[in-house]
């Protein structure tokens, strides 16, 4: 007996661009996404003369769930998304292709009101889609995960840090705090060696460091606008910043996991990236990613080992090139609370170490992380204070008219305790 297959409406032609799509409310919005993904799913199936329970059953997801999908009752996640494009053996591009009614794929940053906002999202990277959420309440992220090799965090992990900024920032608002940092956060420089010093040494200036030697660098960012967050990073991501374009000012995650040392490196890591990223215009720029991370690297080792000081610190102790043992470099070092590694290069750079004593100091060191979990030699720098402005505004949301149970509710997200 034929089989018999259940009418369905068919798309004449591909739905048109949605002019001006920016200026409808956020709930129309949504409702005219769903519609068009779901029109543009629908007429794909059709196309290859699939049912909706053969579509359900090759993307693995239930029957229900397709119809909700195609008749724009369910705005579906990226990831169902990418199981039925999948299924119906189609790009995300095409789907985006279909549901915007374009014979090619837009670029979002030069026709910004031809794909509805949400669509845009479907020609994101992975790792740009994970954080998608974040952006489109304007807080940017502004590195990517660290290495190539550093798996993707999840999304329970990326859940858990825009949870973290969103009461960061909830809190201040709740608070009267101040939102926009107190130092400039877009500076023009080159970049190259002498760019990233005379960056360095800028930044200082404007934080009110000069050539002193400070461990506390959380409490100095935080008084200038600069958020810091310590929040559980999985495993090979250590940090992650965030620029705030609405208010121009930043965040700055730090894994809680890694060592003082790394963290210190990390926080200095992470404000290159920021600058670097407000430079190129608050827009990424992928194919600069090496380049990038070599700049950044130079911006945190001068900042954190600024060359006067560390100048002055050799010559109060008579000690010119040829004249460093590791046991020494060992102590020198945890005055400026950066890794042996990182000061061992700073020298170099000096010209305080040569190119023999400086790979002899360098097998050691790295002999030392291998067999200690690359903990550091020599005595340990004590933790650093974690989430101390976060605890502060806390503190303070107590007397805040109406703002009690909420804080409560952030500190225990947070696991600060508060009653």
Same mark, same amino acid.
């Given at each position: 007996?034929?089989?018999?297959?259940k009418?369905?409406p068919?798309?004449?032609?591909?739905?048109?661009p949605l002019?001006?799509?920016?200026?409808?409310d956020?709930e129309?919005?949504e409702?005219?996404?769903?519609?068009?993904?779901?029109e543009?799913?629908r007429?794909m199936? *059709? !196309? =290859?003369g699939l049912?909706?329970?053969? /579509?359900?059953? @090759?993307? &693995?997801?239930? +029957?229900?769930?397709?119809?909700?999908?195609?008749?724009?009752?369910?705005?579906?996640?990226?990831r169902?998304l990418?199981?039925?494009?999948?299924a119906?053996?189609?790009?995300?591009?095409?789907?985006?292709?279909a549901?915007?009614?374009?014979e090619a794929?837009p670029?979002?940053?030069?026709?910004?009101?031809a794909?509805?906002?949400?669509?845009?999202?479907?020609?994101?990277?992975?790792e740009?889609?994970?954080?998608?959420?974040?952006?489109r309440?304007?807080?940017v992220r502004?590195?990517?995960?660290?290495?190539?090799?550093?798996?993707?965090?999840?999304?329970?992990?990326?859940?858990?840090? *825009? !949870? =973290?900024?969103?009461?960061?920032?909830? /809190?201040?608002? @709740?608070? &009267?705090a101040? +939102?926009?940092?107190?130092?400039?956060l877009?500076?023009?420089?080159?970049?190259?060696?002498?760019?990233?010093?005379?960056?360095?040494?800028?930044?200082r200036?404007?934080?009110?460091?000069?050539?002193?030697?400070?461990?506390?660098?959380?409490?100095v960012?935080?008084?200038?606008?600069?958020?810091v967050?310590?929040?559980p990073?999985?495993?090979?991501?250590?940090s992650?910043?965030f620029?705030?374009t609405?208010?121009?000012?930043a965040?700055?995650?730090i894994?809680?996991?890694?060592?003082?040392?790394?963290?210190?490196?990390?926080?200095?890591?992470?404000?290159?990236?920021?600058?670097?990223?407000? !430079?190129?215009?608050?827009?990424?720029?992928?194919?600069?990613?090496?380049?990038?991370?070599r700049?950044?690297?130079?911006?945190a080792?001068c900042?954190?080992?600024?060359?006067?000081?560390?100048?002055a610190?050799?010559a109060?102790?008579?000690?010119?090139?040829?004249?460093?043992?590791?046991p020494?470099?060992?102590?020198?070092?945890?005055?400026?609370g950066?890794?042996?590694?990182?000061?061992?290069?700073?020298l170099?750079e000096?010209?305080?170490?040569?190119?023999?004593?400086?790979?002899?100091?360098?097998?050691?060191?790295?002999?030392?992380?291998?067999?200690h979990?690359?903990?550091?030699?020599?005595?340990?720098?004590?933790?650093?204070?974690?989430?101390?402005?976060?605890?502060?505004?806390l503190?303070?949301?107590r007397?805040?008219?109406?703002?009690?149970?909420?804080a409560?509710?952030?500190?225990?997200?947070?696991?600060v305790p508060?009653?």
């Amino acid at each position: 007996m034929a089989r018999t297959r259940k009418e369905q409406p068919r798309l004449k032609k591909s739905p048109a661009p949605l002019a001006g799509a920016a200026n409808l409310d956020p709930e129309r919005l949504e409702e005219e996404e769903a519609r068009r993904v779901g029109e543009a799913v629908r007429s794909m199936r *059709e !196309r =290859r003369g699939l049912m909706q329970a053969e /579509l359900a059953a @090759l993307a &693995g997801i239930p +029957a229900p769930q397709v119809s909700a999908v195609e008749n724009g009752r369910r705005q579906p996640s990226l990831r169902t998304l990418r199981r039925l494009c999948a299924a119906l053996g189609a790009t995300l591009e095409d789907l985006l292709r279909a549901a915007t009614g374009r014979e090619a794929a837009p670029d979002p940053a030069t026709a910004p009101e031809a794909v509805l906002p949400g669509l845009q999202e479907l020609f994101l990277s992975p790792e740009d889609a994970l954080f998608a959420p974040l952006a489109r309440r304007g807080v940017v992220r502004t590195t990517r995960a660290d290495s190539v090799s550093a798996p993707l965090p999840s999304q329970e992990a990326v859940e858990t840090i *825009e !949870r =973290r900024i969103l009461d960061y920032l909830r /809190l201040e608002t @709740l608070c &009267g705090a101040f +939102a926009r940092a107190s130092v400039p956060l877009s500076l023009p420089f080159q970049q190259d060696a002498e760019g990233a010093e005379q960056l360095a040494e800028r930044v200082r200036k404007m934080l009110g460091l000069g050539d002193s030697i400070v461990l506390d660098y959380v409490s100095v960012l935080e008084s200038h606008g600069v958020r810091v967050l310590f929040v559980p990073l999985p495993r090979g991501l250590e940090s992650l910043s965030f620029f705030a374009t609405g208010s121009g000012s930043a965040v700055i995650a730090i894994s809680e996991s890694i060592t003082t040392e790394k963290q210190l490196f990390r926080l200095a890591l992470e404000l290159a990236y920021l600058y670097l990223f407000t !430079r190129n215009g608050n827009r990424p720029v992928p194919e600069a990613a090496e380049a990038n991370r070599r700049f950044a690297k130079l911006f945190a080792a001068c900042f954190l080992l600024p060359r006067t000081a560390v100048l002055a610190a050799a010559a109060s102790l008579g000690a010119g090139r040829g004249d460093w043992t590791l046991p020494l470099l060992l102590r020198v070092k945890r005055r400026f609370g950066t890794s042996a590694e990182a000061f061992a290069y700073r020298l170099f750079e000096l010209g305080l170490l040569s190119d023999e004593a400086l790979t002899g100091m360098l097998a050691a060191i790295r002999g030392h992380y291998e067999t200690h979990q690359f903990r550091e030699p020599g005595e340990a720098l004590p933790p650093l204070a974690r989430n101390g402005r976060l605890g502060d505004l806390l503190e303070r949301a107590r007397s805040v008219r109406g703002a009690y149970d909420e804080a409560r509710a952030i500190a225990r997200r947070a696991g600060v305790p508060f009653d």
